[in-house]
């Protein structure tokens, strides 16, 4: 009922062959095939100017392949006209991919952030959603004519991390936050109409809300129409120790104020996962702790998303050494759940998959 695995060997994505690397931020979906495809940044370290985003394939029955890089900033695009100013050597690093892979056309979408500045001026605040798809799953993207990806917005600050979902009205959202001025969630709309046309000319709509000190969120549709967010806290915020919640009543086109949660999970500034499963359970990924990215666990719900009545840890270091963090999660087509994370102290993407019961024993 459980396997998990490394995708690849300890520090095995360095940019600087045989250096060690720092890896994070991943991401994962189902291809055609019942392949895995999973994709995270690495480099010397997180937004150091080689950092690349890699990706990896799993096919059932297979092992991880091993990794290449598919996306890199003055490789495989360019710096945008906005960010002029930054052209140049080390002026860049990449970020926080996100994969969805739409089964009516077959077609594999990738966003990710790109980070500008030189040395100590890059940071997340200084970051861009870029945004491309593939129709050969990754082998080619599709991007615009003078080969640069297209920008999801054209005013810096924007982050991403979890994962698309689509609306039982067929349209997408895309969960974001805003890094700029303060931490607070924003949601991408498209119609399903508009997502056929791909990365290039797409039309997203941009959905701002009131919420602050919350940022990173993680969503399900409940009921048509009912849209549920889960939240990163900050530090020093009013939701500090625990994951913060807001809700949608009309798909996502407004949301109420955030508030504590009312499961009681904690947060310890660190990013959640949460996926509906098919048969309308909910399962979310946290680490299950106020303070430490230790134990990374498991929670069911059974009702819906009214409570998560059984939780497992997928993770746990009793000496709290390690780091187990920043998970993604999905349902596979055969019904497993498919998490990746990072894990610390190998600086490593790992990957777990296991079952609705397994987590109930």
Request: net charge neutral.
């Amino acid at each position: 009922m459980f396997e998990s695995k490394e995708i690849f060997e300890p520090f095995g994505c360095a940019a600087v062959e045989g250096g060690k690397g720092s890896n994070h931020g991943s991401n994962i979906c189902e291809g055609p095939s019942g392949e895995l495809i999973a994709v995270w940044y690495g480099g010397t370290a997180e937004k150091h100017e080689d950092v690349q985003i890699w990706m990896s394939k799993k096919f059932p029955g297979k092992d991880w392949q091993k990794p290449w890089v598919c996306e890199k900033e003055g490789k495989t695009s360019k710096i945008p006209e906005e960010m002029e100013e930054y052209e140049g050597k080390n002026a860049s690093s990449e970020g926080n991919p996100v994969l969805y892979f739409e089964k009516e056309q077959k077609r594999l979408h990738l966003w990710w952030i790109t980070i500008y500045g030189i040395g100590s001026k890059r940071g997340w605040s200084t970051g861009f959603i870029k945004y491309k798809h593939s129709d050969d799953l990754g082998k080619t993207w599709v991007l615009r004519k003078d080969n640069r990806p297209r920008l999801l917005h054209d005013f810096w600050g924007v982050m991403i991390k979890n994962v698309p979902i689509k609306l039982s009205s067929g349209d997408m959202i895309l969960p974001s936050m805003a890094e700029w001025t303060t931490y607070s969630p924003i949601y991408w709309k498209c119609t399903a109409s508009e997502f056929k046309k791909g990365c290039l000319d797409s039309q997203w709509k941009k959905i701002q809300t009131s919420g602050t000190d919350c940022f990173q969120p993680t969503i399900v549709e409940l009921e048509p129409g009912h849209v549920l967010s889960l939240m990163r806290s900050t530090k020093e915020g009013k939701f500090s120790g625990v994951m913060a919640q807001m809700e949608s009543s009309d798909y996502g086109e407004t949301w109420g104020m955030p508030f504590a949660n009312k499961y009681g999970f904690p947060n310890c500034n660190a990013n959640n996962a949460m996926v509906k499963l098919k048969n309308g359970h909910l399962v979310i990924l946290f680490n299950d702790s106020p303070k430490e990215r230790n134990p990374l666990t498991a929670a069911l719900s059974e009702d819906g998303g009214k409570t998560f009545k059984y939780k497992k840890n997928v993770e746990h270091d009793v000496k709290d050494v390690g780091r187990f963090h920043y998970p993604c999660a999905i349902q596979s087509s055969d019904g497993r759940i498919h998490v990746t994370y990072s894990n610390s102290p190998h600086d490593n993407i790992k990957w777990a998959s296991f079952t609705e019961d397994w987590i109930k024993k």
